[in-house]
C-alpha cells in the first residue's frame, strides 16, 4: 500500500502525518515502530493519523502513535501541525476546527501569524483519572525513587504528566531519571516526566522525557502539565513563556475549572510517499 504523508514539527517535536481521510491506511504497531526508525524509516516522535470523525460536531478524529507503537490520548504539538496539515492538503478552510481525539476534543484556532491556539481542555488533577497511585489529591506528592524522595505534582491533559521542579534545568538528569520515573510503578499507564526550571513568575525553562519516546525537543502537553503545576504552587501567573530546546509556547491558564491555552507554530518539512 503507497502511502503519502508529510513530516511536520512543533518546535523540534517531529511528526509523520496521514492522511486517513482521502487514503485507506492500516497501521499495526510494529508498522508504527519500523516508520519511526531514523537509520532505518522515516523517523519521528510521533505518528499522525488524521481521520474522519465519528461524531456529527466535529470536522475531524486525530489519532496519535508514539515512536514505541503505544497509542496515546493527546500530543500539544501535533494538534498544532494537525490544524495546518488539514488546511495546507485542502482537507478544510475553517480557522477553527473541532477535533475528536482519544479521550475527549480540543479547538484549535489558526491565528494571523502563522501561530496555532489549541484549547487543550480542563486539566485532571484526581489521582484515579490521572492514572496516579495517591491516597487524595495533593498539589505535591513525594515519589521514591530508586531510595530518594522527590517532589513531584501529577497532572493529566489527557495523557499523564508528571512534573518535578529544578534549579538548573541544563543540568537536571533527564535521560536517567525521566526513563526511571515512566515507568514508577505508581503511574499504571506509565507517565511523561517534565524538569522545570522557575526563571520568573512568566517565564519557565522545560525539558521533557516522553513516555514511549524519550527526551524530545519540545512537548506541548507536558508545557501545559508543567504551567498547571507552577501555579498551583503559587509559583506561575496566568500566562507563561515556556523555553523548550526547540523553542517558545506560550500557555495561558486561568486556574481549576478552566481550560489551558497553548500557542505555537507548526511547520512542514517535506512531503513523501511510502510503501507500508
Ligand atoms: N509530544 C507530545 C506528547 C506526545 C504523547 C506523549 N509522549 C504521551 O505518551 O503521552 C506533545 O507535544 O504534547
Known amino acids: 500500500m503507497l502511502v503519502r504523508f508529510s513530516k511536520m514539527h512543533g518546535l523540534g517535536n517531529d511528526f509523520m502525518v496521514i492522511d486517513a481521510v482521502a487514503q485507506r491506511v492500516r497501521l499495526t504497531p510494529e508498522t508504527v515502530k519500523r516508520l519511526a526508525d531514523r537509520h532505518t524509516g522515516v523517523g519521528f516522535d510521533q505518528l499522525l493519523l488524521v481521520e474522519p470523525p465519528s461524531r456529527p460536531d466535529m470536522d475531524f478524529r486525530y489519532r496519535i502513535f508514539n515512536a514505541d507503537g503505544s497509542e496515546v490520548e493527546h ?64 498539589e505535591v506528592y513525594s515519589l521514591e525513587v530508586e531510595g530518594t524522595s522527590y517532589d513531584v505534582s501529577a497532572v493529566s491533559m489527557g495523557n499523564p504528566h508528571c512534573v518535578l521542579l529544578v534549579d538548573d534545568v541544563a543540568q537536571a538528569p533527564v535521560k536517567q531519571l525521566g526513563r526511571v520515573i515512566e515507568c514508577h510503578p505508581r503511574f499504571p499507564q506509565r507517565v511523561n516526566v517534565g524538569f522545570m526550571q522557575i526563571l520568573s513568575p512568566d517565564r519557565v525553562k522545560l525539558r521533557v522525557f516522553e513516555r ?51 500557542t505555537g507554530p507548526a511547520t512542514t518539512v517535506y512531503e513523501g510517499q511510502i510503501y507500508l
Open 75 to 138: 500530543c500539544g504539538n501535533g494538534a498544532r501541525c494537525f490544524a495546518r496539515f488539514v488546511r495546507e492538503r485542502r482537507l478544510t478552510v475553517k480557522q477553527e476546527i473541532q477535533v475528536e481525539t482519544a479521550k475527549g476534543s480540543a479547538v484549535l484556532k489558526v491565528l494571523q501569524d502563522r501561530q496555532i491556539q489549541v484549547d487543550m481542555g480542563v486539566p485532571i488533577l484526581q489521582p484515579v483519572e490521572i492514572p496516579f497511585a495517591a491516597e487524595r489529591q495533593a
Open 212 to 262: 514511549g519516546v524519550g527526551e524530545t525537543r519540545a512537548c506541548g502537553t507536558g508545557a501545559c502539565a508543567a504551567v498547571v503545576a507552577g501555579r498551583l504552587r503559587g509559583l506561575l501567573d496566568e500566562t507563561v513563556c515556556v523555553e523548550l530546546p526547540g523553542g517558545e509556547l506560550q500557555i495561558s491558564w486561568k486556574g481549576q475549572g478552566q481550560p489551558v491555552l497553548m
